[in-house]
């Protein structure tokens, strides 16, 4: 099946090279190639008497060349098909680091006939000879993306086969099903007797396993929310008044000096980011201006730009003033999935007032300069996240097999939702020929998943999404 694009298609066997890293001040630049005949064609511009004959799965030095000219000295790694990524005739160019000298190798190539690779093409060619499924493919992306140890820990173990292994169990199960059912459906009026059409009325067969199926399904749904996490990550705003020590603790919690640190109230304008791993889970940390009715221009809009930041927070780490506890007016939460954390700062200086003059704050006491209490804050932090989030506490409880898009965890809803109707028509006594076309469709909707079931324009939606070289 070929899947044509705007200029070139994924599908075809032409020979294809690109970029597998970017040409840079590294040692080595390796560039990719794969496609039918695509070993006879690289002999034109790296003339070696070893290459024709040359076995899968070995390196062979010598020069790729261009007009009689010399361009790089190269290794060239050799993988015969079946047994490559693609599972076509490939092999990847191991040429000199810098600019210049992988550009060259390329456009010889190109001279040579190999066009440039889509996007994620060296992967969709790999599905398409059955090297990999699609959650598989989707892996491999997953890994390339991976922002912490537990989120690449995760992708290798879709690479390694837990959600194809999961998901066809289960669509095993549904197909057992269905085929007990489409059995009675396949029987003419005159093979049941009248005490088995009594008997068989308004009943599922294999029901157990219908609800085995589904409770499988609610399971590796619910893994999403948690894998989510591990491959988005989760926006931590540090929000609260001038002069509150946001920036300090901003610094302290990236463990370096990024956002400027005065005794003025007002010195950061405007939000700063930056990225964090606590526990294992990625976090966007933001450092915003300090919350006040400024009148400098600047600030002012520094200040607008804040309040819409907190509005796309997951968590708001909000550091209260001795100020704010005179007035007895602190800045509240709104009702996002994720509460507050009040944060005392700058306890070395000013220990935290006992008992806490306002009753329904629970401020974590912190010293950004010292790093006491962070410890404490990090708890918190990972303390809300697990109130909200399925398996979080312990990731084991999710199996195995867990989800690793978005795609993927469509797909496993709807194929829940349609074998939730099936069993809820066969509660309510209804015939199984209204409920047979439901576990059919249950069962595709997982196929989708692997790719056993796929169209054109999804497998083009999904590879394009990939970097190229991939």
Same mark, same amino acid.
């Given at each position: 099946?070929?899947?044509?694009? #705007? +200029?070139?298609?994924?599908?075809?066997?032409?020979?294809?090279?690109?970029?597998?890293?970017?040409?840079?001040? %590294?040692? &080595?630049?390796?560039?990719?190639?794969?496609?039918?005949?695509?070993?006879?064609?690289?002999?034109?511009?790296?003339?070696?008497?070893?290459?024709?004959?040359?076995?899968?799965?070995?390196?062979?030095?010598?020069?790729?060349?261009?007009?009689?000219?010399?361009?790089?000295?190269?290794?060239?790694?050799?993988? /015969?098909?079946?047994?490559?990524?693609?599972?076509?005739? #490939?092999?990847? @160019?191991?040429?000199?680091?810098?600019?210049?000298? %992988?550009?060259?190798?390329?456009?010889? &190539?190109?001279?040579?006939?190999? /066009?440039?690779?889509?996007?994620?093409?060296?992967?969709?060619?790999?599905?398409? *000879?059955?090297?990999?499924?699609?959650?598989?493919?989707?892996?491999?992306?997953?890994?390339?993306?991976?922002?912490?140890?537990?989120? /690449?820990?995760?992708?290798?173990?879709?690479?390694?086969?837990?959600?194809?292994?999961?998901?066809?169990? @289960? +669509?095993?199960?549904?197909?057992?099903?269905?085929?007990?059912?489409?059995?009675?459906?396949?029987?003419?009026?005159?093979?049941?007797?009248?005490?088995?059409?009594?008997?068989?009325?308004?009943?599922?067969?294999?029901?157990?396993?219908?609800?085995?199926? &589904?409770? /499988?399904?609610?399971?590796?749904?619910?893994?999403?929310?948690?894998?989510?996490?591990?491959?988005?990550?989760?926006?931590?705003?540090?929000?609260?008044?001038?002069?509150?020590?946001?920036?300090?603790?901003?610094?302290?919690?990236?463990?370096?000096?990024?956002?400027?640190?005065?005794?003025?109230?007002?010195?950061? $304008?405007?939000?700063?980011?930056?990225?964090?791993?606590?526990?294992?889970?990625?976090?966007?940390?933001?450092?915003?201006?300090?919350?006040?009715?400024?009148?400098?221009?600047?600030?002012?809009?520094?200040?607008?730009?804040?309040?819409? @930041?907190? +509005?796309?927070?997951?968590?708001?780490?909000?550091?209260?003033?001795?100020?704010?506890?005179?007035?007895?007016?602190?800045? $509240?939460?709104?009702?996002?999935?994720?509460?507050?954390?009040?944060?005392?700062?700058?306890?070395?200086?000013?220990?935290?007032?006992?008992?806490?003059?306002?009753?329904?704050?629970?401020?974590?006491?912190?010293?950004?300069?010292? %790093?006491?209490?962070?410890?404490?804050?990090?708890?918190?932090?990972?303390?809300?996240?697990?109130?909200?989030?399925?398996?979080?506490?312990?990731? #084991?409880?999710?199996?195995?097999?867990?989800?690793?898009?978005?795609?993927?965890?469509?797909?496993?809803?709807?194929?829940?939702?349609?074998?939730?109707?099936?069993?809820?028509?066969?509660?309510?006594?209804?015939?199984?020929?209204?409920?047979?076309?439901?576990?059919?469709?249950?069962? *595709?909707?997982?196929?989708?998943?692997?790719?056993?079931?796929?169209?054109?324009?999804? &497998?083009?939606?999904?590879?394009?999404?990939?970097?190229?070289?991939?």
């Amino acid at each position: 099946m070929a899947v044509t694009g #705007s +200029k070139s298609s994924y599908g075809d066997e032409s020979p294809v090279a690109a970029f597998a890293t970017n040409p840079g001040s %590294g040692a &080595l630049t390796l560039i990719r190639c794969s496609g039918k005949g695509s070993i006879k064609l690289i002999s034109s511009i790296f003339p070696h008497p070893d290459l024709e004959n040359a076995r899968g799965n070995t390196i062979i030095h010598g020069w790729i060349t261009a007009n009689n000219e010399k361009i790089d000295e190269v290794l060239l790694s050799i993988f /015969r098909a079946p047994k490559s990524y693609t599972g076509e005739d #490939s092999f990847d @160019i191991s040429c000199h680091g810098g600019v210049s000298a %992988g550009k060259a190798v390329m456009a010889a &190539l190109k001279t040579a006939g190999f /066009r440039e690779a889509l996007p994620g093409e060296f992967t969709f060619r790999a599905f398409m *000879n059955g090297k990999i499924d699609l959650t598989k493919s989707e892996s491999v992306m997953e890994l390339v993306c991976a922002k912490t140890d537990t989120s /690449r820990r995760h992708a290798v173990l879709r690479l390694s086969g837990s959600l194809q292994k999961e998901v066809n169990e @289960i +669509k095993k199960l549904l197909v057992q099903v269905l085929a007990s059912a489409e059995i009675y459906l396949d029987y003419s009026e005159d093979e049941v007797s009248a005490q088995d059409e009594d008997e068989i009325a308004g009943k599922l067969p294999n029901k157990d396993i219908a609800l085995q199926a &589904l409770e /499988r399904l609610k399971k590796l749904s619910a893994s999403w929310q948690l894998e989510r996490i591990y491959q988005e990550g989760i926006t931590l705003v540090i929000a609260g008044p001038p002069n509150a020590g946001k920036s300090s603790l901003f610094n302290s919690l990236l463990k370096e000096d990024r956002s400027i640190v005065t005794e003025i109230p007002g010195t950061t $304008r405007d939000w700063i980011e930056a990225f964090v791993s606590i526990e294992g889970i990625p976090f966007r940390l933001i450092d915003t201006a300090g919350l006040r009715d400024a009148d400098d221009s600047v600030e002012k809009i520094g200040v607008e730009r804040s309040r819409k @930041i907190l +509005k796309e927070a997951d968590i708001v780490l909000y550091l209260i003033n001795e100020e704010e506890i005179k007035q007895g007016e602190i800045e $509240r939460g709104s009702s996002q999935e994720f509460p507050y954390i009040y944060v005392w700062n700058k306890c070395d200086i000013v220990p935290l007032p006992q008992p806490f003059p306002i009753e329904t704050v629970k401020p974590v006491s912190v010293s950004a300069k010292t %790093g006491e209490g962070l410890a404490e804050l990090y708890s918190a932090i990972i303390s809300r996240i697990s109130q909200q989030v399925a398996f979080f506490d312990d990731p #084991s409880a999710a199996a195995d097999a867990s989800l690793g898009t978005a795609r993927q965890k469509k797909l496993v809803d709807e194929s829940c939702s349609a074998l939730e109707e099936a069993l809820a028509l066969a509660e309510s006594d209804n015939p199984l020929d209204l409920i047979a076309p439901l576990l059919r469709e249950a069962v *595709n909707l997982l196929g989708e998943i692997t790719g056993e079931v796929s169209t054109a324009d999804i &497998l083009e939606e999904m590879f394009s999404k990939f970097c190229v070289g991939k």
